[in-house]
């Protein structure tokens, strides 16, 4: 029934990555949005992983109002 397809949907998008769903929003939002989000989410990893000398980010510092400002482009685009 509908109530068993929309928990098997709602499973399904706990396990996504989020590289995936940032993919399937461009077609509501720009590439470089997009693109400057993942390399923030590598940032984070990095960081969040021990921060490996041996396998460096994309990026090396991120500027927060730059992400602040991605991230509200992103939530426009879905409220839209």
Same mark, same amino acid.
């Given at each position: 029934?509908?109530?068993?397809?929309?928990?098997?949907?709602?499973?399904?998008?706990?396990?996504?990555?989020?590289? *995936?769903?940032?993919?399937?929003?461009?077609?509501?939002? *720009?590439?470089?949005?997009?693109?400057?989000?993942?390399?923030?989410?590598?940032?984070?990893?990095?960081?969040?992983?021990?921060?490996?000398?041996?396998?460096?980010?994309?990026?090396?510092?991120? *500027?927060?109002?730059?992400?602040?400002?991605?991230?509200?482009?992103?939530?426009?685009?879905?409220?839209?």
């Amino acid at each position: 029934s509908c109530k068993f397809e929309k928990k098997k949907i709602i499973d399904y998008l706990e396990y996504m990555r989020i590289e *995936d769903i940032l993919d399937s929003l461009k077609v509501r939002i *720009d590439s470089y949005t997009i693109g400057f989000l993942k390399q923030i989410k590598s940032y984070r990893d990095w960081v969040a992983h021990g921060r490996n000398p041996n396998k460096l980010p994309p990026v090396r510092k991120i *500027d927060f109002n730059k992400a602040i400002e991605a991230i509200k482009i992103v939530m426009s685009g879905l409220e839209s």
